[in-house]
């Protein structure tokens, strides 16, 4: 049997192709915008090795939600940890797809150790990142639940992202 010489390139070029796709990683570029929980399980697979071992070379680049936005946007950024402003792109129109699982939503605020209840709030200035993130839904959504109206007896103070603290 006579192999030709181009079928031997071919093969060759097959294989070489192959090998080194298999053992070079691939990058990815994830956004995130502050060390929230939303970061979490992201700075944990990276710490743990998780992306190495499924071929993956990860950046995590700080950048606002509006830029981690964009970036899905243009390319740049595989993906954001940041649901909020790539949430409201989506929702203008941007060709983006958002992706969140919790087995049980965990919503939370802190406050000083005077504090002991959520109501001990009333008449107080509450912090939230940004006016109509995440983190302000949250806030109202906890303050409704224990009675208190987030217009009318909390002062909501915008102060921007955790990454500014």
Same mark, same amino acid.
């Given at each position: 049997?006579?192999?030709?010489?181009k =079928?031997?390139?071919?093969?060759?070029?097959?294989i070489?192709?192959?090998?080194?796709?298999?053992?070079?990683?691939?990058?990815?570029?994830?956004?995130?915008?502050?060390?929230?929980?939303?970061?979490?399980?992201?700075?944990?697979?990276?710490?743990?090795?998780?992306?190495?071992?499924?071929?993956?070379?990860?950046?995590?680049?700080?950048?606002?939600?509006?830029?981690?936005?964009?970036g899905?946007?243009?390319?740049?950024?595989?993906?954001?940890? =940041?649901?909020?402003g790539?949430?409201?792109?989506?929702?203008?129109?941007?060709?983006l797809?958002?992706?969140?699982?919790?087995?049980?939503?965990?919503?939370?605020?802190?406050?000083?150790?005077?504090?002991k209840?959520?109501?001990?709030?009333?008449?107080?200035?509450?912090?939230?990142?940004?006016?109509?993130?995440?983190?302000?839904?949250?806030a109202?959504?906890?303050?409704?639940h224990?009675?208190?109206?987030?217009?009318?007896?909390?002062?909501?103070?915008?102060i921007?992202d955790?990454?500014?603290?």
């Amino acid at each position: 049997m006579r192999v030709s010489l181009k =079928a031997v390139v071919v093969i060759g070029a097959v294989i070489l192709l192959t090998w080194t796709s298999a053992t070079q990683a691939r990058d990815v570029v994830i956004g995130y915008s502050g060390r929230t929980i939303a970061e979490m399980p992201f700075a944990w697979g990276s710490r743990k090795g998780f992306f190495k071992e499924a071929n993956l070379d990860v950046k995590m680049i700080y950048m606002s939600t509006s830029i981690a936005a964009k970036g899905l946007m243009s390319g740049d950024v595989d993906y954001s940890t =940041a649901m909020g402003g790539t949430l409201r792109a989506a929702i203008a129109g941007a060709p983006l797809i958002g992706i969140y699982s919790m087995f049980k939503a965990q919503m939370y605020l802190v406050a000083q150790p005077r504090f002991k209840q959520v109501a001990d709030l009333e008449g107080k200035t509450v912090g939230i990142s940004v006016f109509g993130g995440a983190y302000d839904l949250v806030a109202r959504t906890i303050l409704k639940h224990h009675g208190l109206d987030p217009e009318k007896q909390v002062t909501l103070l915008q102060i921007g992202d955790s990454h500014a603290l």
